[in-house]
Nanobody, 129 residues
Framework: QVQLVESGGGLVQAGGSLRLSCAAS????????MAWFRQAPGKEREFVAA????????YYADSVKGRFTISRVNANNTVYLQMNSLKSEDTAIYYC??????????????????????WGQGTQVTVSS
């Protein structure tokens, strides 16, 4: 069983920054691929970024490339999402997700929610314009 707890959300002005954290319980976290998704009101959940278990692979949605950075510290069982140059359209609930397969597909497959076995409860990010 894996539990994921997100934190770091809040209210920020457009152009500002936030860093989200996702703390994971359960082992072996170091073998899980991790991802961030988000869901805005009235919209479907969408992929934001993913990182392989080794940190050697990352994958981003086009909408956040160059602005967001995903990273992880396996020793702390934590994955991060650094969000810079935030826009009003980034407003959403952000969810952390874990893929326990241990297999990294550097393609659009990592952007599919079905790839992930466990999900956190989410943290709200609101960007004011």
């Amino acid at each position: 069983q894996v539990q994921l707890v997100e934190s770091g959300g809040g209210l920020v002005q457009a152009g500002g920054s936030l860093r989200l954290s996702c703390a994971a319980s359960g082992r072996p976290f170091s073998r899980y691929n991790m991802a961030w998704f988000r869901q805005a009101p009235g919209k479907e959940r969408e992929f934001v970024a993913a990182i392989s278990w080794s940190s050697r692979g990352t994958y981003y949605a086009d909408s956040v490339k160059g602005r967001f950075t995903i990273s992880r510290v396996n020793a702390n069982n934590t994955v991060y999402l650094q969000m810079n140059s935030l826009k009003s359209e980034d407003t959403a609930i952000y969810y952390c997700a874990a893929d326990t397969s241990g297999i990294w597909y550097p393609s659009s497959s990592v952007a599919q929610p079905a790839q992930y076995d466990y999900w956190g409860q989410g943290t709200q990010v609101t960007v004011s314009s």
